[in-house]
């Protein structure tokens, strides 16, 4: 079965910086596209990232420039740096097959001084 498993949050300063880690089994992960989702208290699930097979990444306008979504095939891992953050990016981060409806605990991330 798919499953997903989130690392690497936790609390950092303004201006700090995470990297974030999604562990995935059970589905061919080289041919799929991910994202890196977040959901901060009180607001709806939000994309904020994705990664096509080949390694493409888009990102939502609230965080470009500033977070970095990559992928290893052979870790079958999926990856988000985030810089420069501040505290409207806290919130709990998950990632997520794209298309799919699977989601892991994910992890939390909190900005604050």
């Known amino acids: 079965q798919v499953q997903l498993v989130e690392s690497g949050g936790g609390l950092v300063q303004p201006g700090g910086s995470l990297r974030l880690s999604c562990l995935t089994s059970?589905?061919?992960?080289?041919?799929?596209?991910m994202g890196w989702y977040r959901q901060a208290p009180g607001k709806q699930r939000e994309l904020v990232a994705d990664i096509t097979r080949s390694g493409k990444g888009t990102y939502v306008d609230s965080v470009k420039g500033r977070f970095t979504i990559s992928r290893d095939n052979a870790k079958k891992t999926v990856y988000l740096q985030l810089n420069s953050l501040n505290p409207e990016d806290t919130a709990v981060y998950y990632c997520s097959i794209l298309g799919g409806n699977y989601w892991g605990p994910g992890t939390q991330v909190t900005v604050s001084s």
């Open positions: 059970g589905f061919a992960f080289s041919l799929t596209g």
